[in-house]
């Protein structure tokens, strides 16, 4: 199943989205803004120059309109300057025309109302261009009388379009830079915000790993019920499992005195000739006692490499455990080669690693003729005795729970069986092999 992007993967990827579309917007804004300004500007310029023309319209005594004298802007005067006027009356809609405009003559838009306001529109300029006109149509006074006139400015709109498209450019560097700025500081919001969640992380890493036994450390307001819960839930597993072990044990105590009982009455019948019912007895005494044992190591055994109390130290366990079996009849008369020198610290339980080697070693001495030997290097443990070996094509089958390969030899074929039970709790990799002399040799990887 593919895992799901994470928290900071999310985020990242909104704000990519989201501040770039959003300073997107903004500009498309201030650029409109921008624009709209111009034309405002525009407006209020053409509206001025109807103004002065018509406040500077001159009439001769006959009543003819005379043309109006020259305006402050010198655009008025160039050829195809980008500034125009044009006055018309009835005989004529283009009496008099500004200098600009040269052969032009503005065209006049129809149906517009003849109410004396001021009326806009684009028009078609000279030289290809595209003009922003205003008209006014007033009454004045003459000596012949009251006369209609058009009066037309118009002014190119390409400068308003070059202004915009320029603002536009202008401002593209610094919208990059903020937009920079706003996915780095929401990259940083998000690494600084979920902190906690790495720290969070990290103390149930040391839990797992058996360096703490509960969440300890800083952690936010927020995180406070988190950290209560996995605390409380720590605590009812050590109970559990306390508990569970403690039931185990009661359990194998209390079946290990009916057992005594049993084996007493065994010697009973043994005293009384009865040998054949007394060998029986004591054979499923042992028998059940080995079973016993067994149960009451598997029910110690950690459920998972995770529910450890503590992490081994591996020589101090390979010493008790060789201390303890050279007090033994077989022990004492085997020679005993160690060598750890390795880091100690392994990540089993005590207790697991105890059992572990223990069974591993006491099955080492239970065949040896001379020697023992037990290597801890490069995070593997090695265990060889000078034995008869083991039958290549039973090799895999010792491990089975209760094989006995001779059974002459005292036990419950067991101990194999829950060495491999506990390296498979710990995802530990044992092998078992011949050696290329004499002997057995078992191989636990870490």
């Known amino acids: 199943m593919k895992r799901p992007l994470s928290i900071r993967s999310r985020f990242l990827i909104v704000s990519l989205i989201a501040v770039p579309s959003a300073l997107t917007l903004a500009a498309l804004f201030m650029i409109s803004v921008f624009s709209t300004n111009l034309e405002r500007r525009l407006d209020t310029e053409l509206t001025g120059h109807i103004n002065n023309i018509a406040a500077s319209l001159r009439f001769a005594p006959d009543g003819s309109l005379e043309r109006p004298p020259g305006f402050f802007d010198k655009r008025f005067t160039e050829a195809y300057g ?105 990259a940083f919001q998000v690494f600084f915000g979920l902190r906690p969640l790495t720290e969070l992380t990290s103390g149930l890493d040391r839990i797992r790993e058996r360096r703490a036994g509960r969440l300890q450390g800083v952690l936010p307001a927020e995180f406070a019920p988190v950290e209560t819960a996995v605390n409380r839930l720590l605590d009812e597993q050590a109970q559990s499992l306390a508990k569970a072990r403690a039931r185990a044990g009661d359990l194998a105590h209390g079946l290990k005195t009916p057992l005594t009982v049993l084996s007493n009455d065994a010697l009973t019948l043994l005293a009384k000739g009865e040998t054949e019912m007394a060998g029986e007895i004591e054979r499923l005494v042992q028998l059940m006692r080995g079973h016993v044992d067994a149960e009451l190591a598997r029910s ?61 070693v006491e099955n080492a001495v239970k065949w040896a003729k001379s020697e023992v030997a037990i290597s801890w290097q490069d995070r593997r443990l090695v265990v060889t005795d000078d034995g008869p070996g083991v039958d290549p094509e039973k090799i895999r089958s010792i491990t089975e729970r209760g094989v006995r390969l001779d059974t002459k030899v005292p036990g419950t074929g067991l101990g194999l069986s829950i060495a491999q039970e506990i390296c498979s709790v710990y995802g530990l990799a044992l092998a078992i092999e011949n050696r290329q002399g004499t002997g057995l040799q078992v191989c636990i990887r870490f």
Do not use: C
Request: glycine letters at 8%.
């Open 300 to 360: 110690r055994i950690a459920a998972n490499a995770e529910m450890r109390q503590s992490d081994a130290n591996m020589e101090t366990i390979i010493g008790q455990i060789v201390r303890t079996l050279k007090r033994t009849p077989e022990g004492e008369m085997l020679e005993w080669r160690v060598d750890a020198a390795e880091p100690q610290d392994v990540p089993l339980d005590p207790h697991d690693l105890r059992e572990l080697l223990g069974n591993i």
């Open 82 to 186: 980008g500034l125009y006027w044009q006055i018309g009356d009835e005989g004529s809609p283009a009496r008099f025309r500004s200098q600009s405009l040269w052969d032009f003559t503005l065209p006049s838009p129809e149906g517009l109302p003849a109410d004396g306001a001021v009326h806009r529109y684009d028009l078609a300029g000279p030289d290809g261009t595209t003009l922003t006109a205003q008209q006014r149509q007033i009454m004045v006074p003459t000596p012949a009388g009251l006369k209609t006139l058009t009066i037309v400015v118009a002014a190119d709109s390409k400068p308003l379009a070059d202004a915009s498209r320029t603002f536009a450019v202008d401002i593209l560097p610094y919208l990059a830079g903020l937009a920079t700025f706003l996915i780095a500081a929401s």
